[in-house]
């Protein structure tokens, strides 16, 4: 019996997840290890702060997943990887042993940089702690009790997050002498990396939904009530919300695996471990040699058919299949206004049936794996 071992319920492995419910593989033993029972699909998170989708929509039953696959499921953390004996440790658990093993843990938030972050920020990733927090956060909005608040990162996170909490405030019918103020800290540069007319639209959204947008300086420290920039200016927030950049998993250079200098798992285009065969990687935890791509969920979904593929062929003794990242994506940046901003190739747009499009990708992504056999 050959036992493969799936540490992780990052997108990627959904597929493989998927893959094998459709054509099991004889003599093989499949397992999935992940800390949590459910996995978020981050895509709607934005729609479950604006009240779009339910508080606990977009969330996938790995369990359920896994037993349509035919694995075992272990709802536990895997705090180690002995490469020598072959083996995963597992909080709680005994050993396990693998003959491939394949990652998709994500990644793990980082505020060290803003002090006070981790005691009154609500940091996002990951996804599963935050959701208890939120719950917090849009009572306070609904009652009137929270009065500002601020966003602290300017990637599309950030972005969507401030849109989302505007739709919130204004659709939460609370009476007050004025309307919820948000503002969005951007750090150096507001969406870095999209095209200029992508920028200005967006600079042109948050200001006609009346989101404070400040560039240019950094977020040094969250207080109770208030974030200090590190010019000295106190910008008042109830609550202040941190999406900002995250960090690799600790288990990677903690089990000695071939690390970035981030501490990213670097990996070949057949998404193997660049010093072990036996070793498969995909989603936000890995660095893709030659091919480096930001941290973004599209590189997980295109990787999950390859990743299953490359398993399966693993297995059997066949020729493995390079997966190739694309360098243009399509982008989808969800408003207050029920519209969203569309950026590819360089060209950007805003208009409502992005946001309809986006809204029916999120879903049917969802669906997919949702779906009763």
Request: proline share 5%; with cysteine.
């Amino acid at each position: 019996m050959r036992d493969i071992v799936l540490i992780g319920g990052g997108h990627a492995h959904l597929f493989v997840l998927e893959a094998f419910a459709r054509k099991p593989l004889d003599g093989v033993r499949l397992t999935l290890v992940a800390k949590e029972a459910t996995a978020p699909y981050s895509g709607m998170l934005p729609g479950r702060v604006s009240g779009q989708y339910p508080i606990d929509g977009g969330q996938i039953d790995l369990e359920r997943l896994a037993k349509r696959a035919g694995a075992r499921f272990i709802h536990a953390a895997a705090s180690a990887i002995d490469r020598d004996e072959r083996t995963v440790l597992i909080d709680g658990h005994s050993p396990l042993p693998y003959g491939l093993l394949s990652l998709d843990i994500g990644i793990v938030p980082d505020v060290s940089s803003i002090e006070g972050a981790a005691r009154y920020g609500l940091v996002v990733k990951p996804i599963s702690t935050f959701r208890r927090k939120l719950t917090g956060l849009l009572s306070g909005l609904s009652e009137g009790s929270i009065a500002d608040v601020a966003v602290v990162g300017g990637g599309p996170a950030g972005f969507e997050l401030a849109h989302a909490l505007r739709k919130r405030a204004d659709e939460a019918g609370v009476r007050s002498p004025r309307p919820v103020g948000i503002t969005l800290l951007a750090g150096r540069r507001l969406l870095d990396g999209l095209p200029e007319r992508g920028r200005r639209l967006a600079r042109r959204a948050l200001d006609e939904a009346g989101i404070d947008c400040i560039e240019g300086i950094r977020a040094a420290r969250i207080e109770a009530d208030a974030v200090i920039l590190a010019d000295g200016r106190s910008i008042r927030a109830d609550a202040v919300l941190v999406t900002t950049v995250a960090a690799a998993p600790p288990i990677l250079r903690r089990s000695g695996l071939a690390v970035d200098d981030a501490g990213f798992l670097k990996v070949r285009p057949s998404l193997q471990a660049v010093d072990d065969d036996t070793l498969f990687a995909a989603g936000d935890c890995v660095t893709l040699v030659g091919q480096e791509r930001p941290k973004a969920g599209v590189f997980a979904v295109r990787e999950g058919p390859v990743l299953a593929e490359n398993l399966r062929r693993a297995i059997e003794g066949g020729r493995l299949r390079n997966y190739r990242a694309q360098s243009a994506y399509l982008m989808l940046l969800a408003l207050s206004n029920g519209e969203a901003i569309a950026v590819r190739n360089g060209l950007a747009l805003q208009a409502r049936f992005a946001y309809r499009l986006k809204d029916r990708i999120d879903r049917g992504f969802v669906d997919r794996f949702a779906q009763r056999p």
